[in-house]
Nanobody, 117 residues
């Protein structure tokens, strides 16, 4: 079982930056899991933002965040990060981190990101 706790969300003006963190705990080997960041607005489906491989060598980004967001991980700290730059009002959502070997089986509780225009 893996527990995930996100932090770092908040209110920021358009063009600003935030860094989200997600710490994993439990009887698990963090480096065995792919990690992902997703986001969801009220009444909408959850959408994929970024994924990072177990070693950190491979990453994937949705088109809407490519070039602005960076996903990274520190396996020694069991932590995954999402650096968000050049934020836009349409980036306003609840952001979730997730872990899994193939599918994403474990989810955090989410952290709110609000970007004002």
């Amino acid at each position: 079982q893996v527990q995930l706790v996100e932090s770092g969300g908040g209110l920021v003006q358009a063009g600003g930056s935030l860094r989200l963190s997600c710490v994993a705990s439990g009887r698990t080997l963090f480096s065995a899991y792919r990690m992902g960041w997703f986001r969801q607005a009220p009444g909408k489906d959850r959408s994929l933002v970024a994924v990072i491989s177990q070693s950190g060598d491979n990453t994937y980004y949705s088109d809407s965040v490519k070039g602005r967001f960076t996903i990274s991980r520190d396996n020694a700290k069991s932590t995954v990060y999402l650096q968000m730059n050049s934020l836009k009002p349409e980036d306003t959502d609840v952001y979730y981190c997730a872990a899994g070997s193939a599918l994403f089986d474990y989810w955090g509780q989410g952290t709110q990101v609000t970007v004002s225009s």
